[in-house]
Every structure is written in structure tokens, then in C-alpha cells.
């Protein structure tokens, strides 16, 4: 079974810290581009980090070097480590990855940032 399980999410005030996890079926891990997206209410989803096979990472422009994201092969687990938060920041953060043409979605884990 192809499953993303999300954890990590919670409330901080502005200037804390997170780690957000992502437990991914062993199969689609071993292969594929893991991806963090995060929805605020009223906005579209977006793209936050992506990290390859091979281990090359990409960022949005917003997090401003804040956010760093990283797989654990051992573990079938992404992270997404982010410091120093913002209220910006709020949204419903989810993990993404593409298996034979088909996207996979984990939950969605809350994470709140208060000023």
C-alpha cells in the first residue's frame, strides 16, 4: 500500500521551531522526489521544499533560508526542519510524491504560528 503519514505539526510563538515528519511506504521512498506543500485558508497550495533521490533540494523563495528539508533512507522518512517561524508560516502543511504517474498526499499536518 502507497501511504504518506505526516506528523511534527503544532502551535509555537513567532521565532520557534518545528520538525515536521514523513513516514512514506518503502516502495515509493526508495524511488521517487519527496515534497513538502503548505495551505493557508484563503490561499492556494504551494510548494515549500523538495528533495531528490540523489539528494538535490529545492526551496521557495518565502522561507528565506529558515526551512531545511532531508531524508532519512534507514527510516522511509522526510523531514522538514523550520525555524524561526513567522505567522506567515501558518498553514496546513502536506506531504507529496508522484508514483507511476499518479500523485500520493499524505493528511496534512496543522502548523500555527502565533505573534
Known amino acids: 500500500q502507497v501511504q504518506l503519514v505526516e506528523s511534527g505539526g503544532g502551535l509555537v510563538h513567532a521565532g520557534g521551531s518545528l520538525r515536521l515528519s514523513c513516514l512514506a511506504s518503502?516502495?515509493?521512498?526508495?524511488?521517487?522526489?519527496m515534497a513538502w506543500y503548505r495551505q493557508a485558508p484563503g490561499k492556494q497550495r504551494e510548494l515549500v521544499a523538495s528533495i531528490t533521490r540523489d539528494g538535490t533540494t529545492t526551496y521557495a523563495d518565502a522561507i528565506e533560508g529558515r526551512f531545511t528539508i532531508s531524508r532519512d533512507s534507514a527510516k522511509n522518512t522526510v523531514y522538514l526542519q523550520m525555524i524561526g517561524l513567522k505567522p506567515e508560516d501558518t498553514s496546513i502543511y502536506y506531504c507529496h510524491t508522484n508514483w507511476m504517474n499518479v500523485d500520493y498526499w499524505g493528511q496534512g499536518t496543522q502548523v500555527t504560528v502565533s505573534s
Open positions: 518503502t516502495i515509493i521512498f526508495r524511488h521517487n522526489t
